[in-house]
């Protein structure tokens, strides 16, 4: 039992880092965080994008909508008038034969 409590006092025993760890270690956190910030910038310029159509597309919704509520208002102003034309016609109609009527 000794003997395998010493192997395992050696195994736990401090030991001081190879030469260049912390050096190679650095280097491997850059060359990962690199491509990281790379990905970032293109998830940021895809939800500008992203963003930038949803606008575009509600600004042209709007724009049809109104153009849609501006032609259903011209229609009801030329039906109002064609109304309005009817009516004084037919009271024109009216006066004429009054009058007509009134002369003789």
């Known amino acids: 039992m000794d003997e395998f409590e010493q192997e395992l006092r050696q195994a736990f025993e401090r030991q001081p880092a190879p030469l260049g760890l912390k050096r190679s ?48 208002a011209y229609r009801q102003v030329m039906t109002a008038l064609r109304i309005t034309n009817h009516a004084l016609d037919h009271m024109n109609k009216q006066l004429a034969a009054h009058h007509r009527a009134s002369q003789q």
């Open 25 to 72: 270690i650095m280097a491997s956190r850059r060359r990962s965080s690199a491509p990281r910030g790379h990905t970032v910038l293109w998830q940021r310029l895809a939800a500008t994008l992203a963003l930038a159509a949803v606008l575009g597309g509600a600004a042209v919704w709007h724009q049809r909508e109104e153009q849609r509520k501006g032609e259903a």
